[in-house]
């Protein structure tokens, strides 16, 4: 059984909500797809959304009863501009929210932690999702996925430590149960894939699955930070770079069974995600 009306999906043209949009269609359900430039998907009805234009959020949350949130990238304080979206969302008629968050960041952490913090006062049925690293991270124009193919190396400040790296598929398929199963799970899910990997082990399956060589060099937090902070705000560049640091603590090293006991089928391992996305 599944709840009835509109989800509204933000950042519907992103990693995670495309693929939620994909399967919430898939499976019969009316969708809208709120991105900054309306883009077309297919079976969806386009609507343009900016977190930085409450002027936006009326035709986003016209009609929608379920909103999956991705928070605006790159913001250390989302609930800034997040909170009023979500109590404008209830007063017009939204009945449950599922929250993309991270595995790093806690109920009351920094910012989107603060956000999860407020979800479940606002609303009945919620999730927050939090799922470990992406495999994604390794595609596309992810800077890892950069230097992977300009000189075959991995840049982290993640030491030995280990991640349960997971296919965003895998998230999206958690996403759609939680916003559509009759009864929500109003708690955190931390979501992984089935084996925690360091940068090293990623390089190693790299190396075979391409047939090119990759290699993993390990920064000191400070050299990460400055790498970072050439492209982005100096305080997020810190807080990534504080990410690998807890790595390298061992604050990741770990796997869940959230994916198998919410979809139904074991999360895809790195390999298998390697084989499909990186011939």
Known sequence: MS????????????TTGSRVVSQLVAAGHRVKAASRRATDVDGAQAVRFDWNDPATFDDALDGAD????IPPLGSREPAAVMLPFLRQGRAAGVRRAVLLSSSAIPSGGPAV???HQVLPG???AWAVLRPSWFMQNFTGDHP?????????TLLTATGEGRVGFVDADDIAAVAVHALTTAQAPNTDLVITGPQALSYGDIAVVL??????????????YEQMRDRLAAGMPAEFAELLAGMDRAIAEGAEDRTTDTVQRLTGRPPSSFRT???REMP
């Open 3 to 14: 709840t009835p009306g509109t989800t509204l999906v933000v950042g519907a043209t992103g």
């Open 66 to 69: 379920c909103v999956y949130l």
């Open 113 to 115: 932690g603060q956000v």
């Open 122 to 124: 606002l609303f009945g």
């Open 144 to 152: 890892h996925a950069q230097s992977i193919r300009t000189d075959g």
């Open 207 to 220: 190396t075979e699955v391409t047939g090119r060589s990759v290699t993993h060099r390990q920064l000191t």
């Open 273 to 275: 995600f390697a084989e």
